[in-house]
């Protein structure tokens, strides 16, 4: 039972690549999310998804695109990179609904954009 | 912007000792969780108390929640130099989709 698998760890970008980081859960949980921490920010929502499907935005989705195409898997995509997505980035998933439980959180991929 | 705002920013005990952190939100919630964070790593679910109960126990964890001064207190008894992290609290609100929103967390350092 692996829980939320976030790959890459590690990645360097420069200014206008694109890339996609990978979140897969084998829990057949309904609920993902990606979040970014930033030092002296805590954590803040990008986009969520509540099944296969269907997604929406949360706190800072711009620079940021999302699909949920099966149960297991919400990649994140960044479209044109810049310096201010430098940041950690979490995956998350729960099985409960209206948030009655804890989230499971993937190990993070720490990207730099120069 | 942050649901919730964590109080002290940073707290430096001795084993044994007891931590308390603090958390303060904004908005009506359906409940509040508190995480922790080693460093490097992804964050641990330790506990979730609900907006109708006022106190809850996990082994050496003790929350508590005031929804009429919308506070919350994460209380670790006897720490362990192993209690050494970040620690966060995280609502879900009582609208929408009912997220996580986290708070700007506190660094607790535990000495031998």
């Known amino acids: 039972n692996a829980g939320v698998t976030q790959t890459p760890k590690f990645q360097v970008l420069k200014t206008g690549q694109s890339m996609t980081l990978q979140c897969a859960q084998d829990m057949n949980h309904e609920y993902m999310s990606w979040y970014r921490q930033d030092p002296g920010m805590g954590l803040r929502l990008i986009h969520y998804?509540?099944?296969?499907?269907?997604?929406d935005q949360g706190e800072v989705p711009n620079g940021y695109n999302v699909s949920r195409s099966t149960t297991e898997d919400f990649p994140l995509r960044l479209l044109s990179a810049a310096p201010s997505q430098t940041s950690v980035y979490f995956c998350a998933s729960s099985p409960y609904r209206q948030g009655s439980g804890g989230y499971t959180f993937g190990s993070g991929t720490r990207l730099t954009v120069v | 912007s942050q649901q919730g705002e964590e109080d002290p920013q940073a707290l430096s005990i001795q084993e044994g000792e007891n931590a308390t952190m603090n958390c303060s939100y904004k908005?009506?919630?359906?409940?509040l969780q508190w995480y922790r964070q080693n460093s490097g790593r992804g964050l641990v679910h330790l506990i979730l108390i609900r907006s109708n109960e006022r106190e809850k126990h996990s082994g050496r964890l003790r929350v508590t929640l005031d929804t009429s001064k919308k506070s919350s207190s994460l209380l670790i008894t006897a720490s362990r130099a192993a209690d050494t992290a970040s620690y966060f609290c995280a609502t879900v609100m009582n609208t929408g989709f009912q997220k996580l929103v986290f708070g700007t967390g506190t660094r607790l350092l535990v000495s031998p």
């Open positions: 998804s509540v099944g296969a499907g269907i997604t």
């Open positions: 908005t009506s919630i359906n409940n």
